[in-house]
């Protein structure tokens, strides 16, 4: 009988949380098969590579807005505002 519930004490016999002994077992490969380690290498290097370039490109771009917004203080031709 399968049972679907997942408690967060739930522990293997290796002593580590479930979540984490998943993870483990799939970035190991086993002795016959060294595949699995290049792809896992290969899948955790580019999904690093991809963070790191959206941090550099997230950063760059702040930085260009606060001097852009410095240089050019584009200020609109009309503007409106409520009386009260």
Known sequence: MLCFSHSSDQRNR???PYEIFVGLRYLRAK???RTIS???FV???GI???VAALIGTVGIMT???KTFRARFS???????????
């Open 14 to 16: 290796s002593g580590l």
């Open 48 to 50: 690093t590579l991809g």
């Open 63 to 65: 930085g260009f807005e």
């Open 31 to 33: 002795r016959r098969n």
């Open 74 to 84: 584009a200020r609109p031709h009309i503007s409106s505002s409520k009386n009260e």
């Open 38 to 40: 290049l792809n896992t």
């Open 43 to 45: 899948s955790v290097a």
